[in-house]
């Protein structure tokens, strides 16, 4: 017998459409991927968690791919807009300055909606989303390659800059995903401004290396 609680749950959720009811599910997706992994997102422990039945659910999303790739466009939206205000940000004639300003306002956002980043590093290796996951991470990678290849002869001349960029783009992707990790890590000590002056000072240098 189901308690009062859901009882009453199921009631308020008679009377929401769809439309209404779509972002309460991708509330209640988020939560169990956080708490528990992308794995166990199914549209049984999203009803569950509710305290509605399936077809409410499937009202919703046909399924468990559509929700979690829903989900991913709703959370990967933060991860690009944050990004890009990072990159718009890593100006000026001091390439160290720029790169620790960069990943500094990026592992701002990280610590403003941390179960944002967890769900989309979390959600990465399902192979229900895979893909996903790699054309936001395509996406974001001809964005950084748009704004770094620029400024890479005026910073360091570097030579056969057009040959590099791919490889040097591909650094800085991987650089701060691992920021963004480690900032995650219930374990670091560090704050978002300490750990961003730190990766911003080591990838300048690996930059000028090149």
């Known amino acids: ?16 459409g769809p439309e209404r009811r779509r972002p309460q599910v991708l509330d209640a997706a988020l939560e169990i991927t956080v708490e528990q992994g992308v794995a166990q997102v ?5 009803a569950e968690r509710m305290g509605v039945t399936r077809p409410v659910v499937y009202a919703c999303f046909e399924d468990r791919v559509a929700l979690i790739t829903a989900l991913l466009e709703r959370e990967t ?20 300055s720029a790169f620790v300003t960069g990943y500094q306002l990026l592992l701002r956002a990280v610590a403003e909606r941390p179960n ?10 399902d192979p229900a989303v895979a893909g996903r996951f790699a054309k936001v991470r395509a996406q974001l990678g001809e964005a950084t390659s748009a704004s770094i290849g620029p400024v890479l002869s005026r910073w360091w001349g ?16 991987s650089t701060c995903e691992a920021a963004v990790r480690s900032l995650l890590d219930d374990a670091n000590p560090w704050g978002a401004d300490d ?3 730190l990766y911003g ?10």
């Open 1 to 16: 017998m189901p308690s009062a609680r859901t009882a009453k749950a199921r009631g308020r959720a008679a009377h929401l």
């Open 42 to 46: 199914t549209i049984g422990s999203i």
């Open 77 to 96: 939206a933060a991860l690009t807009e944050s990004l890009m205000v990072a990159l718009q940000s890593a100006r000026g004639a001091d390439p160290q």
């Open 116 to 125: 944002s980043w967890r769900v989309v590093f979390s959600a990465s290796p």
């Open 158 to 173: 570097i030579d056969d800059a057009e040959a590099k960029l791919p490889i040097l783009v591909e650094f800085f992707m």
């Open 195 to 197: 750990l961003g002056e």
């Open 201 to 210: 000072r080591m990838v300048s240098t690996a930059f000028g290396a090149a």
